[in-house]
């Protein structure tokens, strides 16, 4: 299946990026999820989240934040896991240049997807753009900090030899490698970044 990404003269009425933001029983902590990323700086993009058939009230707290900002649209689905989830964003209809993952227990700092789209926008041999990361426990202490997810069980390689790393701790995977090193796990980046 293929999705459409437009040349820029074809998405001036709609957003440019797309946040998808798969969500299952999060309802305490969901808010500050989607706030983060309607918060960001980048000046077009939309907000998917879809609830993956919650049985807490998280559909009615994503609906609530979807009546007080127009960019926030709210899918409910019948519980498939967050790759379906996620998969059902991004197949909604809608125009859009770029997807951006953010899951629901994740919050992204300001000027995140300003940054990400204007390094695929200077470097556009590149398909995929990812920053650092902190993983922060619940009483607020960051327990770890890093750009790739080097924390898995699973052995393979942290570092892609081909991975840029640019201005502003943004990295840019080449469109050449990206793919290889995405089905081969050499590549593991936090989804969220």
Same mark, same amino acid.
């Given at each position: 299946?293929?999705?459409?990404?437009?040349?820029?003269?074809?998405?001036?009425m709609?957003?440019?990026?797309?946040?998808?933001?798969?969500t299952?029983?999060?309802? $305490?902590?969901v808010?500050?999820a #989607?706030? %983060?990323?309607t918060r960001?700086?980048?000046p077009? *993009?939309?907000?998917?989240?879809?609830?993956d058939?919650?049985?807490?009230? %998280?559909?009615?707290?994503?609906?609530?934040?979807?009546?007080?900002?127009?960019?926030?649209r709210?899918?409910?689905?019948?519980?498939?896991?967050?790759?379906?989830?996620?998969?059902?964003?991004?197949s909604?209809?809608?125009d859009y240049?770029?997807? $951006? *993952?953010?899951?629901?227990?994740?919050t992204?700092?300001?000027?995140h997807l300003?940054?990400?789209?204007?390094?695929?926008?200077?470097h556009?041999?590149?398909?995929?753009? *990812?920053?650092?990361?902190k993983?922060?426990?619940?009483?607020?202490?960051?327990?770890?900090?890093?750009?790739?997810d080097? *924390?898995?069980?699973?052995?393979?390689?942290t570092?892609a030899?081909?991975?840029? %790393?640019?201005?502003?701790?943004?990295?840019?995977v080449p $469109?050449?490698?990206c793919?290889r090193? #995405?089905?081969?796990s050499?590549?593991?980046?936090?989804m969220s970044?």
């Amino acid at each position: 299946m293929t999705y459409p990404f437009p040349n820029k003269a074809d998405y001036r009425m709609t957003p440019t990026i797309r946040v998808v933001i798969p969500t299952y029983n999060r309802a $305490a902590i969901v808010r500050e999820a #989607i706030a %983060s990323a309607t918060r960001q700086t980048a000046p077009d *993009f939309e907000v998917v989240v879809v609830d993956d058939g919650s049985t807490d009230n %998280s559909l009615q707290v994503c609906h609530e934040l979807a009546e007080a900002d127009s960019r926030i649209r709210v899918i409910s689905q019948v519980n498939g896991g967050v790759a379906c989830a996620r998969n059902t964003a991004i197949s909604q209809q809608g125009d859009y240049e770029y997807i $951006a *993952f953010l899951d629901s227990d994740d919050t992204w700092e300001a000027g995140h997807l300003e940054r990400a789209v204007s390094a695929l926008e200077l470097h556009k041999e590149a398909s995929l753009a *990812f920053g650092l990361c902190k993983v922060i426990d619940p009483l607020g202490i960051i327990e770890k900090r890093g750009a790739m997810d080097c *924390f898995e069980r699973r052995p393979a390689p942290t570092t892609a030899p081909s991975v840029q %790393s640019i201005k502003q701790n943004v990295f840019l995977v080449p $469109a050449s490698v990206c793919r290889r090193y #995405i089905v081969r796990s050499e590549l593991r980046i936090w989804m969220s970044s």
